[in-house]
């Protein structure tokens, strides 16, 4: 369905950007440079469910093939080309009330010269990956993670978001303290990534749109802009606020707010 087509569907049919190809009976999306299992498409919120096809169902030894940070997707930081794929949409949760909200969080694996004993978000992979002393943090990488020279990254991959509080920011994703059994399902379960921007754009004219959580709709913006490079600008009143998301090298998040004052 659109704006979904198959490699050999007529031209005609379906969004180029949007091609799925079929390899052994299994429906694959190729994103950036690597290869998913399509496990479901939702019509409703406007998501892509993928996995790893390097993880295997019941064996915690299978490990991701592909790596994937938010930073991959150029629309993270809102450049002028867009994704067809976005890590986050907005969300209409109330009367006046919008947030983004995060697709996906990430898996980080961790390598390091020393047992891990005294950090919990820290889950070994011993039990199942031999070699070395391995961990994977389920969330984001925080500064009190770090484990000065000891530790270094190897790998990173996705996995669905857990839990979202509306209360706070969505940059500010928790680590989950599980173990590498529960982080492995979570592997097996995939993650999702928004295709929202395509109906916004048949909708609004431009790929950014909210999606109501009370009627399951597309909203336009109206008194809340969001400009081509994600500024949030609000359009309506005095003082209108903007602010900027940039993701530093180091994996930190950096929040930038200029408050434009009103004119005289």
């Known amino acids: 369905m659109h704006p979904f087509r198959l490699k050999n569907d007529p031209t005609s049919c379906g969004d ?3 091609e799925l190809s079929c390899e052994n009976n299994m429906t694959m999306l190729t994103l950036f440079s690597g290869k998913y299992y399509v496990k479901a498409i939702n019509y409703k919120n406007y998501t892509i469910r993928l996995v790893d096809p390097g993880i295997q ?3 915690c030894s299978s490990i991701p093939h592909n790596y994937l940070y938010t930073s991959n997707f150029t629309s993270y930081y809102r450049y002028l080309e867009e994704d067809p794929y976005e890590t986050k949409q907005y969300r209409i949760i109330s ?5 983004g909200l995060p697709m996906f969080q ?3 694996y961790m390598n390091c010269s020393n047992p891990v004993r005294d950090d919990p978000a820290y889950a070994d992979t011993a039990s199942c990956i031999n070699g070395g002393h391995v961990y994977a943090i389920a969330g984001d990488l925080k500064v009190g993670n770090l484990k000065d020279d000891d530790c270094h990254v190897e790998f990173v991959t996705a996995i669905s978001y857990f839990g979202y509080n509306y209360s706070s920011s969505y940059w500010d994703i928790p680590n989950q303290k599980s173990s590498y059994s529960e982080i492995h399902r979570m592997l097996e379960g995939g993650f999702e990534v928004s295709w929202m921007s395509n109906p916004c ?20 913006p109206t008194d809340q802009c969001i400009t081509k490079f ?11 606020k903007l602010r900027m998301f940039i ?4 994996n930190f998040v950096l929040l930038t707010s200029l408050i434009m004052p009103a004119p005289s």
């Open 106 to 108: 990430h898996v980080i």
């Open 57 to 59: 169902e019941d064996d």
């Open 247 to 250: 993701e530093g090298k180091k």
């Open 201 to 220: 754009e048949d909708l609004c004219g431009e790929p950014n749109c909210y999606l109501s959580e009370i009627t399951w709709s597309l909203e336009c």
């Open 95 to 99: 009367d006046n009330n919008t947030r």
């Open 16 to 18: 180029p950007r949007y």
């Open 230 to 240: 994600g500024f949030h600008i609000d359009c309506g009143g005095p003082g209108p």
